[in-house]
């Protein structure tokens, strides 16, 4: 009885389920051959970025939607493969793509429980979604995503399809799989991983956002925790590495920057260029660009530009804390990071928020949450604003906002300089840039002020002057007076001007080797008025310099025209290679993501007579009377390199506005910049020589180190004949020899001018025979 009571109930359970059956298996049958093709997964293309390089391989820059580093599945540690399936599919190489136990588990609990509490999606599950499907929550995505994971699993085997999941997955911080992910949180490759970054990123799958060890750090902690535990229950680690793990602190980093060379702005420049020629997929085509820089050239300049603008900063005086933030009684160091959230760190100049502060030691918190003390000498910068009688704006305090650098293993406090600094190098043979720094710090500023600002020159730009007398006739022996100058407005373009030297002072009649090695300005507005402003304007377009910004008027003499580095890089090329004008560029080589070569330089070098622009005779004089300037001259502080084979010209504008050195020695022309972004003085006395001149000699005490010193070989068609006598510093007289074009020898009294020229030395170069 009782069995024919329950019989109709179970038929027509059975039929429902038979009937329920019948139409999944319809719905199978015809979605099925719907499903989309794997060719995404068989011919797998990631979006994978640019990706710019030094000359020697080291990684500069990356552009991209999505930051990638593809890995092989051979090359995944089997800790993290581990990690991953504890933590995601532990079932992963028993399931044909859909694991049964996890489905049942996972409707139990929802159903216990109420709710979505639990999903039961597989690896391969992942991959069908990540790579055809969207993230909806819809019982027809779920039908989809299941049969695409049998298809996945029936092509492919379960190494390639671990090997899409880890190459795929989206980890936060625009990182797209593991070896990206590892490189962005913790700026290691994969096989440099500890246990416990591997389990903190083994746990990132889940929510990227919500376990981000940047963002929420506790939460990190805890999926990590998870992780470890999963991997300790499933056999994959031992009690011990368990509890090592777990126990370890959990580091992420948090500068944005994971390259270990500063190039951002040439960085930059290279992602402008790919642009403009590959617009569609600069981004996702796996470009590889070799840049002309080099590593060690590009380290010097940009530690020889941080420490020159703070070592003109410090100068100035401390300004007083950047900002303040209202400190809670109770504040944690959870805090840190809002108090210092408008006020990035700059490389090694951190910002920090003060704790304590008197004037024995300040206590302050960094970002990391870290706290360090600052004590004695390291206080010494700032100690007026640690005294109670300082204005409360400029008084550091508990709540101040400081900047400070770690100096060995003590703290000093610091401060982000106003000024900017730029600098510029470049081989003279071919034109190739060695280093680009176009600013103190690109997280500041992106103005690029080696290729962007147009500044004046200053006095280095006497140089073309002085060349283009050289062709009307001027020698180095020529005496000019250095006499005041008065011009009127009709002869400067302007106003009435009154010029003077940087010392103020006159010294009657000198050589015009004396003249710039001193940079006296009166000689060169002489000189230029007597060669005439029209051809000089026309002369320097020789050098690669813009007419245009440069009128033909007397002020022209001083540099009142307007450059950018890298025209003056150009320009002062052509007296280091011997008169040849070359084209800078910074790109050498772009490769595929395949390793094939889609475009490969082939810059002109010196030596090319189409690429001639002034006489080599004229190259080798500017050259010996540069190399004057750099040994007793203007920026005779150069001398403590040690070599016979430098040469430049310092540069100053009015009122100390701009400061300049351009230099070069045979192989490597350097330009060194210092100023304001909006102009004003940097303070009396600070000139070229006292601002730029150390920038230009720290870098060039590292690039030339292993280089040797390179004399010139002396040109046909030049003479050396003896000049004077000249008093000397002894009061004596001497005769001092001096190089002349052969086919110009000057008339006795320019050989002879009399006793009243200033005393100078005798040509840097002595005299040889022509090569």
Do not use: C
């Amino acid at each position: 009885m009782w069995l024919r009571f329950l019989g109709f109930p179970l038929a027509l359970a059975a039929g429902v389920v038979a009937a329920a059956l019948l139409v999944l298996g319809l719905v199978v049958v015809l979605a099925y051959p719907n499903l989309p093709e794997l060719d995404a997964l068989t011919a797998y293309q990631p979006k994978i970025p640019l990706r710019i390089y030094t000359a020697d391989g080291t990684l500069i820059g990356e552009f991209g939607e999505e930051r990638r580093a593809v890995v092989a599945i051979a090359d995944v540690p089997p800790l993290l493969k581990h990690a991953i399936i504890a933590a995601e599919d532990e079932r992963f190489y028993q399931h044909p793509g859909i694991d049964y136990i996890g489905v049942l588990r996972a409707a139990y609990t929802n159903l216990v429980y109420g709710g979505r509490r639990q999903g039961a999606s597989t690896i391969t599950m992942q991959v069908a979604r990540n790579f055809f499907l969207s993230s909806e929550k819809t019982l027809t995505r779920k039908l989809y995503e299941a049969l695409l994971a049998f298809k996945i699993e029936h092509s492919l085997n379960k190494e390639q399809i671990l090997e899409l999941y880890v190459n795929q997955i989206y980890l936060g911080q625009r990182a797209y799989g593991f070896g990206a992910a590892s490189q962005t949180y913790f700026g290691k490759s994969l096989d440099q991983l500890s246990l416990g970054e591997i389990a903190m990123l083994a746990g990132l799958p889940k929510a990227p956002s919500l376990y981000n060890p940047i963002a929420n750090p506790q939460r990190a902690k805890q999926r990590q925790g998870y992780v470890l535990r999963r991997m300790s229950e499933l056999g994959y680690i031992t009690a011990a590495q368990y509890d090592e793990a777990t126990k370890a602190p959990l580091r992420a980093r948090r500068e944005v920057s994971e390259y270990s060379v500063h190039a951002e702005f040439l960085a930059e420049m290279v992602r402008q260029a790919l642009a403009e020629h590959y617009p569609e997929d600069v981004y996702t085509r796996g470009f590889r660009v070799y840049t002309t820089l080099r590593k060690g050239d590009q380290e010097a300049a940009y530690d020889a530009v941080r420490k020159g603008a703070l070592e003109y900063d410090r100068r100035q005086g401390y300004r007083g804390p950047e900002g303040f933030y209202e400190m809670r009684p109770d504040a944690t160091e959870d805090e840190y990071d809002d108090a210092l959230a408008d006020h990035p760190d700059s490389d090694d100049l951190l910002a920090a928020i003060t704790l304590s502060a008197d004037a024995k030691q300040v206590e302050a918190g960094l970002r990391s949450g870290e706290k360090i003390v600052v004590t004695g000498e390291g206080l010494r910068f700032a100690a007026r604003s640690l005294e109670p009688k300082t204005a409360q704006q400029k008084r550091i305090r508990r709540g101040s906002i400081i900047r400070v650098q770690r100096e060995g293993k003590n703290w000093q406090i610091v401060q982000l300089p106003e000024i900017e600094a730029a600098f510029i190098s470049l081989d003279p043979q071919d034109g190739a840039i060695r280093s680009l720094v176009g600013g103190f710090d690109f997280g500041r500023t992106k103005f690029n002020h080696v290729t962007q600002a147009w500044r004046q020159p200053g006095s280095s730009f006497k140089p073309f002057i002085y060349s283009a007398a050289l062709e009307k006739g001027f020698t180095p022996a020529t005496v000019i007076p250095d006499e005041p100058v008065v011009l009127e407005a009709e002869e400067t373009g302007s106003q009435r001007w009154e010029p003077k030297n940087f010392d103020g002072k006159f010294e009657g009649p000198m050589r015009m080797r004396t003249a710039l090695t001193k940079s006296k300005n009166m000689v060169s507005i002489r000189i230029l008025d007597a060669i005439g402003a029209k051809y000089a304007q026309e002369y320097v377009t020789r050098f690669g310099f813009d007419a245009d910004r440069h009128p033909p008027y007397l002020t022209m003499a001083l540099g009142a025209g307007a450059v950018t580095m890298w025209q003056l890089a150009r320009g002062y090329s052509v007296f280091a290679n011997g008169g040849f004008l070359v084209q800078p560029y910074f790109i050498h080589k772009i490769v595929d993501d395949r390793g094939n070569v889609l475009a490969l330089a082939e810059p002109k070098r010196s030596g090319d007579e189409a690429l001639r622009v002034i006489d080599a005779r004229n190259a080798f004089i500017m050259d010996n009377m540069m190399q004057d300037v750099t040994r007793v001259g203007t920026a005779a502080r150069a001398a403590r390199l040690g070599r016979s084979d430098l040469a430049g010209k310092t540069g100053t504008t009015n009122e100390f506005v701009d400061a300049w050195f351009a230099g070069y020695q045979p192989t490597l022309v350097a330009i060194a910049w210092v100023g304001f972004d909006q102009p004003k003085t940097l303070g009396r006395n600070q000139t070229g020589g006292v601002v730029a001149l150390p920038i230009w000699v720290s870098y060039m005490e590292k690039a030339l180190k292993d280089v040797p010193e390179m004399p010139r070989e002396m040109p046909p068609g030049i003479v050396v004949l003896p000049t004077g006598p000249y008093p000397t510093a002894g009061g004596e007289s001497s005769m001092v020899p001096e190089f002349f074009y052969q086919k110009a020898v000057p008339p006795p009294e320019v050989l002879q001018p009399g006793p009243n020229v200033e005393p100078v030395p005798a040509p840097s170069q002595p005299p040889s025979p022509p090569a």
